[in-house]
């Protein structure tokens, strides 16, 4: 089974987030990033289906919309 990579965001100090903050840190990239890193999860899933890789990908990334996913996804057919 596919394992997501671990994270690390160090902040100083005085400006500690908590968990869910780090992952809207994480989450706020640039569209191109994004589609890339996608793309390269579905490379490694290796999904059976178009439903699957959504839900992959809906699992991986939670913060990206649809759109987003459908596009990785055609652009990963191409």
Excluded at 46 to 69: H, K, T, W, Y
């Amino acid at each position: 089974m596919l394992q997501s990579a671990g994270v690390t965001v160090n902040f100083p100090a005085a400006t500690r987030l908590s968990e869910a903050d780090a992952r809207i840190v994480y989450a706020r990239r640039e569209p191109a990033t994004v589609a890339q890193l996608m793309s390269q999860h579905l490379d490694l899933a290796r999904p059976g289906s178009d439903a699957e890789a959504l839900r992959l990908l809906r699992q991986a990334f939670p913060g990206a919309p649809l759109a987003a996913r459908v596009e990785a996804m055609k652009s990963r057919a191409r």
